[in-house]
């Protein structure tokens, strides 16, 4: 039993290790490696589609897509996430991937990652936020309007085209929202020149995207014109704001 254990075993072993070194040596130099144990897969083949009759929505963009504002911390997303919960209609938790201060050239580098078009191709509802940090120079609207307002607008809805191409290559069926502007500005000397901007900026948002299929322009001038609606920060909006935001969106849904 000793010789067994000490002596026939450990031989066998090295005899054993040899032999699978030798097979692996004679695989390699002859070029027979086969596939890489535990490849993954390649990024379509992992991309998991919504469900039938679930809603899995992704929020991108600036900081009203972020739910700056918001004391709850809920934002857009959170307060969508109850008002389809009140509905009865099945939902995921809202993927929020907005930044602070976003413009469009932000975005469309966040969009350029793989990791998020998987994301994008796993959702069905995507809620854009994006453009006002572009036309009035981040939070500055009272004092930094665009020289030239047509010409700014312009090259923000171009590129917001490719955001929108870009999300369409991902998920061809995803629902697309994209949220117009409003003047936090209105009581102010300067709001009667900025609600015409934005009016206009609506405007064409809509010329661009109205007759775009799967899509819609989300618009909130209204939300803020008449009533005071806005958080602490007297920009961006409050809690209030951001639920009826949100119910505009569960509505189109």
Known sequence: MRRLLYWYLPVTAALLGVLVFGGGLWSFLSGNVGEQVGAPPPVSAVVKRAAAG???PIILGDSLARGT???TGLGIGGRLNEELEKRQIQAKKTVNLAVNGARTADLLQTLSHPSVRTLLGESNVVIVSIGGNDLWGGT???N???KDPDAA???VLTRIEEVVKIVRTANPRARIFIIGLYNPFVATPSGPLLTSL?????SRLIERFGSVPNLTVVQTADIFAYHDRLSMDRFHPGNEGYALIARRIADAI
Do not use: K, S, T
């Open 140 to 142: 500055d609207w009272r």
């Open 198 to 202: 934005v009016n206009r900026w609506n």
């Open 153 to 155: 607008m312009g090259i």
């Open 54 to 56: 679930e809603i899995v």
């Open 69 to 71: 504002g918001d004391d």
């Open 144 to 146: 930094a309007p665009p």
